[in-house]
């Protein structure tokens, strides 16, 4: 799920927390924050559905 488009560094991983944030109200479960390591690594959020179908937050 594209929740930070355009953005980087810390500005980037606020908004994939906010959005984070947001689908956890909703019943979503955090799994897992791999912080940014340039130049390969941006930085995402692994998440899962409640029905446990994990996704991305990139």
Do not use: H, K, W, Y
Request: charged content about 30%; proline content about 9%; overall charge negative.
């Amino acid at each position: 799920m594209r929740a930070a488009p355009g953005l980087q560094n810390s500005e980037r991983m606020q908004a994939l927390e906010d959005e984070c944030q947001r689908l956890q109200e909703l019943g979503a479960q955090r799994l897992e924050r791999v912080d940014p390591n340039p130049p390969m690594e941006t930085g995402f959020i692994v998440m899962a559905d409640p029905e446990g179908n994990e996704f991305c937050l990139d």
